[in-house]
């Protein structure tokens, strides 16, 4: 089914209005100051797929009752959340930048049905559903594909009702999307009144945490294989800007070489200079366009990229304002996240309880030897999230993992963080660290970009 013949079929579906929508629609369109143009856009003919479009995701993004309504009509409940979570791809899918799909296949009374498309020259996102009768809720594990893809994958949600419509997201760095690939995926899922497993009663938290108890493998559903096909109109789609502009930030010089400016995100390429004494691992941004028009960094999906010969982050996603047609773009820069060079690791010495250095907002309350090994317990301050990865290291180096971490949020201002460190048993250890500090720009730092 090509783009025309979906979009037929959706205006097919509003052949019958739904209750909920029979007024829903009058008050959206008496509410905007336009309300003479979208009325006659209203009355155009089903031919003018465009406007059709236009109207619908204006109401969708405006108006949450007309939103709610379109809970009544299959499709177009898929698009409307679609187009709710994401001004990138909202923008997409009001300029009928969407590949219909359309395939389904169905295995132990599971349905699942890749619907479309949204893909550009360096992402891929694939929306789907699945179904089944007699099941709470029905969760895609992660995808494999064929040939393998060098990419970033992010999963769908887990443990969402049947008919929900999930995601699968990659985004490529090196290299663009292909012309396509096989994907496989194992559904699992949980069955309507069944109990879920609790912990046992006995077992503490801290023990917890040092001796997770086993997890018992969830039952593969059904798995499901497509051989999926990208239109080179959509792969193609995607333009480089180069930039080359130097600022300095908390005594840091970076420089902007490049945005690449794609129809569901732009891309912002920066290099440290080598003489830096800090790692920059994120930025606080936004780009304005010459109506004022702002876009602002991702949050619902992948977020940057690191360069593969350091700690340092090297490209940073924002919302695309590919579809603006923005004759002029300009950045604006006003904070960083950074990780001090030689602070790569925390040196904590267990037998007393005291670090030397600890990352910023970051304290120490307790180190305590159990039986399983050591926990530690930090405050954070409020809106930080843990600085340390997972891995930590003893005195000659070797590798070690947690496993888990804990964090649980007090009654002051502020998070308790615990790290434990099973079966470990020195008196001293090296924790990885993943940030040390953040800035805030005295100065707004502005790039025109073009």
């Known amino acids: 089914?090509?783009?025309?013949?979906?979009?037929?079929?959706?205006?097919?579906?509003?052949?019958?209005?739904?209750?909920?929508?029979?007024?829903?629609?009058?008050?959206?369109?008496?509410?905007?100051?336009?309300?003479?143009?979208?009325?006659?856009?209203?009355?155009?003919?089903?031919?003018?797929?465009?406007?059709?479009?236009?109207?619908?995701?204006?109401?969708?993004?405006?108006?949450?009752?007309?939103?709610?309504?379109?809970?009544?009509?299959?499709?177009?409940?898929?698009?409307?959340?679609?187009?709710?979570?994401?001004?990138?791809?909202?923008?997409?899918?009001?300029?009928?930048?969407?590949?219909?799909?359309?395939?389904?296949?169905?295995?132990?009374?599971?349905?699942?049905?890749?619907?479309?498309?949204?893909?550009?020259?360096?992402?891929?996102?694939?929306?789907?559903?699945?179904?089944?009768?007699?099941?709470?809720?029905?969760?895609?594990?992660?995808?494999?594909?064929?040939?393998?893809?060098?990419?970033?994958?992010?999963?769908?949600?887990?443990?969402?009702?049947?008919?929900?419509?999930?995601?699968?997201?990659?985004?490529?760095?090196?290299?663009?999307?292909?012309?396509?690939?096989?994907?496989?995926?194992?559904?699992?899922?949980?069955?309507?009144?069944?109990?879920?497993?609790?912990?046992?009663?006995?077992?503490?938290?801290?023990?917890?945490?040092?001796?997770?108890?086993?997890?018992?493998?969830?039952?593969?559903?059904?798995?499901?294989?497509?051989?999926?096909?990208?239109?080179?109109?959509?792969?193609?789609?995607?333009?480089?800007?180069?930039?080359?502009?130097?600022?300095?930030?908390?005594?840091?010089?970076?420089?902007?070489?490049?945005?690449?400016?794609y129809p569901t995100h732009l891309r912002l390429n920066v290099a440290g200079d080598p003489a830096n004494t800090a790692w920059l691992k994120d930025l606080d941004f936004y780009l304005e366009n010459e109506d004022g028009e702002r876009f602002g960094a991702v949050s619902g999906g992948i977020t940057a990229s690191g360069d593969p010969d350091s700690p340092a982050m090297a490209s940073f996603r924002l919302e695309s304002p590919y579809f603006s047609r923005s004759d002029h773009l300009t950045l604006f820069i006003t904070g960083a996240r950074w990780l001090d060079k030689g602070r790569e690791r925390v040196y904590v010495d267990l037998e007393h309880g005291t670090a030397p250095w600890l990352p910023e907002g970051v304290t120490l309350t307790s180190a305590q030897r159990r039986a399983g090994g050591w926990l530690l317990t930090f405050r954070l301050e409020s809106g930080l999230s843990s600085p340390f990865s997972m891995t930590f290291h003893d005195a000659e180096g070797n590798d070690w993992e947690m496993g888990c971490m804990g964090m649980t949020v007090t009654n002051e201002d502020g998070t308790e963080l615990t790290l434990p460190l099973p079966g470990y048993t020195a008196g001293e250890v090296w924790l990885e660290t993943q940030d040390s500090r953040t800035t805030t720009a005295q100065e707004l730092v502005t790039i025109p970009i073009r």
């Open 1 to 261: 089914m090509n783009r025309n013949e979906e979009y037929q079929a959706l205006l097919a579906e509003l052949e019958t209005v739904p209750p909920a929508l029979e007024t829903t629609v009058d008050r959206a369109v008496k509410r905007e100051t336009a309300s003479r143009r979208r009325r006659r856009v209203l009355g155009i003919p089903v031919g003018s797929l465009a406007a059709c479009f236009t109207v619908f995701v204006l109401l969708v993004n405006l108006f949450p009752p007309f939103a709610a309504a379109c809970g009544n009509v299959p499709l177009l409940r898929q698009l409307a959340k679609a187009v709710a979570w994401s001004p990138s791809l909202s923008a997409a899918v009001d300029n009928e930048f969407v590949q219909p799909m359309g395939l389904t296949q169905t295995e132990n009374g599971i349905t699942a049905t890749i619907q479309y498309l949204i893909v550009d020259q360096k992402q891929v996102n694939l929306f789907f559903t699945l179904e089944g009768e007699g099941y709470e809720s029905l969760s895609a594990e992660m995808p494999a594909f064929s040939p393998e893809q060098v990419c970033a994958v992010m999963g769908a949600d887990f443990q969402k009702p049947p008919g929900t419509l999930l995601r699968f997201s990659l985004d490529y760095v090196d290299q663009d999307v292909p012309e396509g690939f096989t994907m496989t995926f194992d559904v699992t899922g949980e069955r309507e009144a069944e109990e879920e497993p609790t912990t046992a009663p006995d077992r503490a938290y801290e023990e917890e945490l040092l001796a997770p108890g086993p997890e018992a493998e969830p039952e593969i559903l059904a798995s499901f294989t497509f051989d999926l096909r990208f239109d080179p109109d959509f792969t193609a789609a995607g333009e480089v800007i180069p930039v080359h502009e130097t600022f300095l930030l908390d005594g840091q010089t970076l420089t902007v070489t490049e945005a690449e400016l």
